[in-house]
């Protein structure tokens, strides 16, 4: 099992562990492990290439430009393996799934496949959507307040206006600095770039990107990065945001999600 020894964080715990490494200065970041990260994890692993690379999803995953990353790629897989051991909690998806418009075994059935393989038992799990659930929450933003955020994105330059805009004037939050991230090319790029900034903590949309730059970046400058997601983007075009519902692409019909075999369901 690879959850055994696991402690379920909810989004309450996950941003009191934020602000107290926020307060302490110490470094956090999450890896989130749904469909794209899992393929990625899987590349040679669990699928062949030769196999993977005729999925569906791959083939319109590699079709669409404003991925930042294109299938196959086996050093992103060896690098997003290393940076997994490094996130301070990792996000999964629930067995009862709905938010993420994908087939069901590409989400939480190849998580436990892939972790399985890579022998890894996390100390920390959270949801894997707890990025589009924090953003929708007044207190995420409180935790932000005064606080300098240096911004990681190719959605970097709106979203900075939005946080300028008069929507997010109570809560006085500074932009530290805005790097654009467009492709897994980018990444040495923009980890070398974050040394040019005071900042105190870091939002970023990467897509699976993130899931290699987030870890690396919060141990090389011992500091928070929190992963929005496409959530960056969602509240750009005003679908969420403080005080809003959060946005899926799915149902979110499910009152309760299941996390781990054989505990009490976990509601989020």
């Not at 109570?170 to 005071?198: L, Q």
Request: proline residues 5%; positive net charge; hydrophobic residues 45%.
């Amino acid at each position: 099992m690879c959850f055994e020894k696991a402690v379920f964080f909810d989004i309450e715990q996950v941003l009191a562990l934020i602000t107290r490494s926020l307060q302490e200065k110490r470094p956090f970041s999450m890896i989130r492990l749904s469909e794209a990260p899992n393929l990625i994890l899987a590349q040679e692993t669990i699928y062949p290439l030769e196999e993977l690379m005729k999925f569906k999803y791959v083939r319109r995953y590699n079709a669409r430009k404003e991925t930042g990353f294109v299938f196959p790629n086996l050093e992103a897989r060896d690098l997003m393996a290393k940076e997994l051991r490094f996130a301070t909690i990792v996000g999964i998806l629930p067995y009862n799934d709905d938010r993420i418009a994908s087939s069901h075994w590409m989400k939480r059935p190849l998580t436990d496949q892939v972790l399985k393989f890579y022998d890894f038992k996390p100390e920390l799990i959270c949801d894997a959507c707890i990025n589009r659930e924090m953003p929708a929450r007044t207190e995420f933003w409180q935790v932000l307040s005064n606080k300098r955020v240096l911004l990681i994105s190719a959605w970097a330059d709106l979203f900075a206006r939005v946080l300028m805009s008069k929507k997010f004037s109570g809560f006085n939050i500074k932009i530290a600095g805005k790097i654009p991230m467009f492709h897994y090319k980018d990444i040495c790029r923009v980890v070398g770039g974050v040394k040019e900034y005071d900042f105190d903590c870091i939002l970023m949309t990467c897509g699976v990107n993130a899931n290699i730059i987030g870890p690396a970046i919060a141990h090389k400058y011992n500091t928070v990065v929190v992963n929005l997601g496409k959530s960056m983007r969602f509240i750009v075009e005003n679908k969420t945001g403080p005080g809003m519902p959060p946005y899926y692409l799915g149902r979110a019909a499910n009152s309760k999600y299941i996390f781990l075999k054989g505990e009490k369901n976990n509601a989020v």
